[in-house]
């Protein structure tokens, strides 16, 4: 494994070194501004099988295909085949959201590997925000298969040292480009099934969606057996310690039990808390998404302070629920699912 930095928006020669390795067929994780993504070839399936190889990532489940530039997306996406809605959906969308955290379900181009898709005739694809994935994607073979640099169904990696921590060597290349600035996945929004669909929230609310193309249902696919998106499971983005999620008020009517942490929305709330059983918590135990409440800050820092709560050697992490609008349906998606046991786990 080598680790290069990439916190420059220019070409050097350590991106040309990772989009060489992409090319030869290895795995390079890489910085995104949502999070960092475990990348191979688009086009190459011994490549493809050994991302869900090393994430222990069920065939079932579809990857998203990352590309640097419009121009790429004829080659990954048959956009001929959208209906007449979906063709101006996709204008609008590409014009107002790329580059950025949206992922956009297409009919997929056959030069596509059915394993990159789960055998889907669509394929997810999204142009990101963050420079230095552009330049690596551009580099290698224009296209880039990327899930999150992670075990599958273990916490997202918002930093370079949570790919390090949970990968290591089972990946050829990591690129360190500092802490990601989203910190939530992508917003999936799929284009093929008449109306649009949100299929899982994510860096792009489902409010600035409606005002730009009108109605977006929301279909988590909760208890999907065959997902059309990445991020559909019901148990998905958890932490090794045992986690449960709570409303505001019970959060704050729950006494501490000894040996929790627990991760508060705000600082009112934490306050709140504290105030009222006053609890001899060790160092460490306490942590707060966003001091003022403000969303954009919550979800850029939720992986990263469940990481730190993770390593803190608690008997459970107690989450509170976020409000129910902008950036917080991402985030209470993200939570819920990491508070669903799995099958074989203990609650």
Request: hydrophobic fraction near 45%; charged fraction near 25%.
């Amino acid at each position: 494994m080598k680790i290069f930095s990439v916190c420059t928006d220019e070409i050097t020669g350590e991106i040309k070194a990772a989009a060489e390795a992409i090319r030869a067929g290895l795995l390079v994780a890489f910085p995104t501004e949502t999070v960092y993504g475990l990348g191979a070839d688009c086009f190459n399936p011994p490549a493809l099988a050994r991302v869900f190889e090393v994430k222990g990532r069920p065939r079932f489940d579809p990857l998203i295909v990352h590309i640097a530039d419009l121009d790429a997306l004829d080659r990954v996406a048959d956009i001929a085949l959208l209906d007449s809605q979906g063709r101006r959906h996709l204008k609008l969308l590409v014009r107002r959201f790329w580059p950025g955290p949206l992922t956009l379900i297409l009919p997929k181009r056959a030069a596509v590997p059915d394993l990159a898709t789960s055998g889907l005739p669509t394929v997810a694809v999204r142009l990101p925000a963050h420079p230095g994935a552009r330049n690596l994607i551009r580099l290698s073979t224009g296209a880039v298969a990327a899930p999150s640099a992670n075990p599958f169904g273990c916490l997202s990696p918002t930093r370079a040292e949570h790919v390090r921590n949970q990968l290591g060597d089972r990946v050829d290349y990591i690129l360190d480009g500092g802490p990601c600035t989203v910190g939530v996945e992508s917003t999936v929004l799929d284009l093929c099934a008449g109306e649009p669909r949100i299929l899982r929230p994510g860096g792009v609310s489902r409010e600035d969606l409606e005002a730009l193309i009108g109605p977006a249902a929301l279909d988590g696919g909760k208890d999907a057996a065959h997902p059309r998106s990445p991020g559909q499971l019901k148990s998905h983005y958890a932490p090794r310690t045992a986690l449960s999620v709570h409303l505001r008020d019970e959060m704050i009517a729950l006494a501490y039990e000894a040996g929790e942490a627990r991760l508060f929305f705000d600082a009112p709330s934490r306050d709140a808390w504290l105030e009222t059983f006053r609890p001899p918590i060790p160092e460490g135990r306490v942590s707060v998404l966003s001091e003022t409440g403000n969303l954009a800050e919550a979800a850029a820092r939720l992986f990263e302070l469940l990481h730190e709560l993770d390593g803190q050697g608690a008997s459970r992490i107690r989450a509170e629920l976020v409000p129910d609008a902008g950036l917080g349906p991402a985030i209470n998606d993200r939570l819920a699912r990491a508070a669903a046991l799995p099958a074989g786990r203990q609650p």
